[in-house]
């Protein structure tokens, strides 16, 4: 069947490998390791990949938690636009641990709502350039820079239940996103622990957050991040 739709790839980004997939179909991996780069594995993936791919074909890339920073924006009084709150992010985000180790971000919000805290990530800018960089070397189009967190989150619909724990889990480490009330709370990323079970640490970070134990979990990475 003729299709005058752009192919589009997309670069999944995991800590110790790289997936690149067309639709649901997967094309290859790249192994990450503390001696490659990103930008060198990025290439070595595309090289074997993309070479009958036309110039209008498009990339896009998305990050696994391990590359993101999550923190919550609590509502201002006064804030009357979304340029204000949005500035805002941005002075929070420089107050967060994660900023002593950037020169700059890029931040965005996952979850927001008037008069409520919001759910935020932040990018380290050199990264963003990074990817923008690579696939303005393949001759490809930016299909858009993905948090998996937000992908995964689009199965409610934007209806969020008042109160849950949100886990997201990669090779490394799991981010834990609590909700009570109707509102973010808090956005914690732990390491994941040998001998320790993805249910076990969920169970331990609940109660460290304070969190009553009827709160549902929900483990993110069963969730189907293309339903809409």
Known sequence: MLSLLPPELQCDIHPQRLVLRRGNRVLGEQALTAQTALDEALDQL??????????????????????IHYFTVPWQPGLSTPEELRSFAATEAARQPFWRHVLACKTAFIS??????????????????????????????VGGIHVALHQKLRAWRGALPADALFCLRDEQSTIFVSRQRGQWQQAWCLHNDAGVSAQQQVAQTARLMGLDSAVPHFFLNNIDATRE
Do not use: Y
């Open 46 to 67: 595309l090289r074997a990949h993309t070479s009958g791919l036309p110039w209008w074909g498009k990339l896009s890339f998305c990050l696994s938690s391990s590359r």
């Open 112 to 141: 927001v709502q008037f008069g409520a805290t919001a759910l935020a990530a932040a990018i380290d800018e050199a990264l963003w350039q990074a990817l923008l960089l690579t696939a303005r070397k393949w001759k490809l189009r």
